[in-house]
């Protein structure tokens, strides 16, 4: 005969276990479904990015939408077209883009995420700073509609 209570102690505690291990480090919460879309609308952005892809660089940016990025002190302003031909060129050195702790804020229609970032060459650390995105809700997708980032070189490794 089996005994219910125990088998299912047992499988509360097995679920427990993987929750625990599935979890984020204490005092952070994980991302709700819709800050993990607007998340991966940027993600896709890099992922083009990575493989150097314009249309995949293209596909979740609004048509029209702009970047600032912040060098030595002066502001680089770029349509998103002119954004994704530059991402895009073809070259031997292989480019990444990570970012982490991303803090999303969603209200309606609109988002913003803020977010450390390190951009890789071949694997190491070429300069670093701060992505800024803003992000609207079309058709229930959602799209970014401007990146601004700074950069700088006095990056410290991630672990």
Do not use: Y
């Not at 990025?69 to 883009?97: D, I, W, Y």
């Amino acid at each position: 005969m089996i005994d219910l209570r125990r088998s299912t102690s047992r499988v509360l505690t097995a679920i427990c276990a993987i929750g625990t291990l599935a979890a984020p480090p204490a005092g952070a919460k994980s991302p709700s479904a819709e800050e993990q879309a607007v998340l991966a609308a940027f993600h896709a952005v890099l992922d083009g990015l990575a493989h150097r892809d314009r249309a995949a660089i293209l596909a979740p940016l609004l048509p029209g939408g702009t970047a600032t990025l912040m060098r030595n002190g002066k502001p680089v302003q770029l349509t998103f077209e002119a954004l994704a031909e530059r991402l895009s060129q073809p070259g031997a050195a292989s480019h990444e883009e990570r970012i982490r702790d991303p803090l999303v804020r969603i209200d309606d229609n609109v988002a913003i995420v803020w977010a450390p970032f390190e951009f890789l060459i071949d694997g190491k650390v070429d300069h670093c700073g701060r992505d800024s995105v803003q992000l609207v809700r079309v058709d229930g997708h959602w799209l970014i509609a401007s990146i601004a980032d700074n950069s700088r070189t006095d990056c410290v490794p991630w672990k």
